[in-house]
């Protein structure tokens, strides 16, 4: 019996590791699995219903919070007249113009004095995220609905993707970069009074001729609704770009002659460290910001 007893006891002193092992396994499959599942269901297209709750959530939130564009926006039309634009089309020949009929459903009274920007864009949304003294493209109604999302559609399609859409530079017609080109076309033709640039002091062309503000901005600029424009020229200690950048100079030259000759140029290098000082301060009127 005591053999017996030994042997027994060997058996199952054996089958331990085995089993251990197995339980092991599954575990690790188990987890496997779900890291699986999780990465699959995170990287799914957000698709038609996820954008436009999204869409339509931050339409009403600023319809209601901002009384320039409280009355004649519904923005289920909007969302509407927003997938005609794309749905069911190429997302590489969606094309400006198809957004024509978004912009015409959007009312909304943009006051002057408007910020523009190119290269300057996190400092410029940190600039104006809380104050009401000067207004961007994405601080509109429209520019605010759709900043920072990526959509497109596909040949006879019903359905809205926003995942293996076309980059920005893939293609020129592609449904993203055509909004914003047609929302910046639109934005610019409102522009009144005296407007500003800021641009990017810390660049060799600060005045970058490929830019959304070079190409599309300043050819929809009205000279009789503009008194002057103001560049913005933001550097940083170590730089030494100033005002008579060649870049600035041809940014200069368009508006002293042509169909801008009437609007007034002028450049201002301004510290970023002021600008930052503006931010983190509230208190500092906009005015000595620059």
Known sequence: ???????NSN???KRKPYILAGTATVLVLAII?????????????????GLKETVLSRCQSYVNSNPSALSGNDCEDIWKAFEHAYVGKDPCSVPPETYNHLMNSVQ????????FWSGTKEMVFAFTKDRDCLMTLEETLL???????????NNGSKETFTT??????????????????????????TACGNVSVMLNGSKNNPFNTESIFATVEIKN??????????????????????????????????????????VGYKCRVVPQAKVMECIDDLEIPCSSCW
């Open 164 to 189: 293996g859409c076309p980059v920005w530079t893939k293609c020129v017609n592609n449904p993203v970069r055509s909004f914003w080109n047609r929302a910046s076309a639109n934005f610019a033709a």
């Open 221 to 262: 600029f009205n000279p009789t609704t503009m008194d002057s424009l103001t560049v913005l020229l933001v550097t940083e200690n170590k730089d030494m770009t100033t005002c008579s950048n060649e870049s600035l100079e041809n940014l200069q030259s368009i508006f002293s002659s042509g169909p801008l000759k009437s």
């Open 33 to 49: 699995l779900a890291v699986v599942l999780v990465c699959t269901i995170k990287s799914e297209p957000e698709g038609n219903n």
């Open 108 to 115: 909304q009274k943009i006051p002057c004095n408007t910020l």
């Open 11 to 13: 058996v199952k002193s």
């Open 143 to 153: 520019g605010s609905m759709f900043n920072g999302l990526t959509w497109c559609s």
């Open 1 to 7: 019996m005591e053999y017996q007893d030994v042997m």
